[in-house]
């Protein structure tokens, strides 16, 4: 007899397991136990594997189904989520004031930080987004409300309480003292769920609002419990002046940030436009990611980030909504603007050169759609330090994936398909144009947390 959580499909599986290169696993059967791929082999084995696995069923995929790797957003603000599509007038400085801090403050009412988190984490997962690298706001409680959400909806993820020691409002600033309390306090809660879906992250929010005192007190504590680390580095020209005025003796939020030692292959520092390349090689060097925000930048940021720049470079990048600095909260617009992003680039060496001839070194920017799922998935699973665990389909590995459904058709799906497309076609069409309606089913660590319009791990505790 299979074990009740021992379940098997039959279909094809896309995944990215190099930068740039789609693989097609077609007519395969994936075995899942217990959360993990316990087995990957071709459709013509599938009554072997059923002996194997003792399974009296495998699962066909219809006409149009597919499965691909969850997607992984490496930078969202969770308190953010509420003025999402909203607020795009001003600079990160002024936008922080005006909008961000007042909004993140809110959430000390624990009733709406319950309502507003169970309304993100559907959302996130809605869109496909299995592991999320979270923010969260100043003050421990909400926290603790978000870590208890996404445990009861079944999400992956790694959160961070928000530490900020100066230049804040009044009314949303901590101590020194307090923010690395509260800082533990948040470690020990995450870890003493014993949820292996998720994890504790150091988060100083960004030079400007922390203390050097601070940020070294956070780095100890992320080597202590041997935590991941989040912030914001080299995101804008407001940010890093402000940086320069503060801390003229350090060359670059870079320099800064290995001095406190917050620079490990567990960080990732969110945006980095207007890193250097000398910037760039050091952080590869630490091991540390950049997690690449191309809507958000487009906002709040001043230049364009080189994705292909700093892969060369060794630096590990994934990719972030940045919600609500970015607008959207899907990784699906995040992949297309990484794609249009990238053009941009393309677009601005011809206008430098004020020619009208393209050559080969305006393409080296240049990403594909290909490229972005890479970013969305493999390139996520590097930055969080869960290459082991997920990114792609392989034995081992954890059961975090998408069903795609592209035969809706009509007027029922945010696209057409045609008899004489390919299923690789279609994929780039769900990627280019599709949205929640073509997610059939979400799946974290081998459970279906969402089916059509219900969360299943929700429906299941009513
Ligand atoms: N820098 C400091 N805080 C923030 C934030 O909330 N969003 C963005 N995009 N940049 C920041
Ligand atoms: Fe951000």
Redesign the pocket.
């Known amino acids: 007899m299979a074990a009740a959580d021992t379940f098997a499909f039959r279909g094809t599986f896309f995944h990215t397991p190099a930068y740039g290169q789609l693989e097609a696993l077609r007519d395969a059967v994936l075995v899942v136990q217990d959360g993990m791929i316990a087995r990957i082999a071709n459709g013509s084995e599938e009554a072997a594997v059923r002996r194997e696995f003792g399974l009296s069923h495998v699962r066909r995929l219809k006409e149009g189904q597919y499965f691909i790797p969850g997607f992984i957003d490496t930078h969202v603000?969770a308190p953010?989520y509420k003025f999402t599509g909203t607020g795009t007038d001003v600079p990160?400085m002024e936008w922080?004031k005006k909008y961000?801090f007042p909004a993140e403050g809110s959430f000390r009412d624990l009733d709406a930080a319950h309502h507003r988190y169970s309304l993100l984490v559907k959302r996130f997962l809605a869109n496909g987004t299995t592991t999320a690298m979270y923010?969260g706001s100043l003050h421990l409680d909400p926290n603790t409300v978000l870590v208890d959400t996404i445990e009861r909806l079944g999400q992956r993820a790694v959160v961070g309480k928000v530490n900020m020691d100066r230049h804040s409002p009044s009314d949303y600033i901590e101590s020194t003292s307090e923010g690395l309390r509260d800082a533990e306090a948040f470690i020990r809660y995450t870890l003493d769920k014993k949820c292996s879906r998720i994890q504790p992250c150091i988060t100083p929010?960004?030079i400007p609002?922390c203390t050097p005192e601070l940020m070294k007190g956070l780095a100890s504590l992320a080597r202590q419990y041997g935590t991941h680390i989040q912030s914001?580095i080299s995101?804008c020209c407001g940010?890093v002046n402000c940086v320069r005025e503060l801390h003229p003796e350090f060359a670059s939020d870079t320099a800064l940030f290995e001095q406190a030692g917050l620079l490990t292959p567990r960080t990732v520092m969110?945006?980095g436009t207007l890193l250097s390349d000398q910037d760039l090689r050091h952080l590869a060097s630490r091991g540390t990611a950049v997690s690449h925000?191309p809507l958000?930048n487009f906002f709040?940021g001043d230049a364009c980030f080189r994705v292909n720049h700093a892969l060369s470079l060794g630096v590990k990048v994934g990719l972030g909504t940045?919600v609500a600095?970015g607008i959207s909260p899907s990784m699906l617009t995040a992949q297309r603007m990484a794609v249009v992003n990238s053009r941009c680039l393309r677009a601005h060496k011809l206008a430098q050169s004020g020619g009208t001839t393209v050559t080969a070194d305006m393409e080296v920017d240049v990403l594909g759609w290909r490229e972005a799922l890479w970013l969305a998935t493999v390139g996520g699973a590097q930055a969080l330090d869960l290459s082991h665990a997920v990114g792609t389909f392989a034995e081992g590995k954890e059961f975090d994936a998408l069903l795609v459904d592209t035969g809706l058709g009509g007027t029922c799906g945010p696209f057409d398909v045609f008899p004489d497309e390919s299923d690789e076609q279609r994929l780039e069409k769900f990627l280019q144009l599709g949205d929640d309606r073509n997610l059939a089913e979400v799946f974290v660590q081998g459970v279906c947390v969402k089916r059509g319009h219900v969360f299943e791990r929700e429906a299941a505790a009513e």
């Open positions: 603000h953010q990160l922080l961000t923010y929010r960004f609002t914001h995101e940010e969110a945006h925000c958000s709040l940045d600095g």
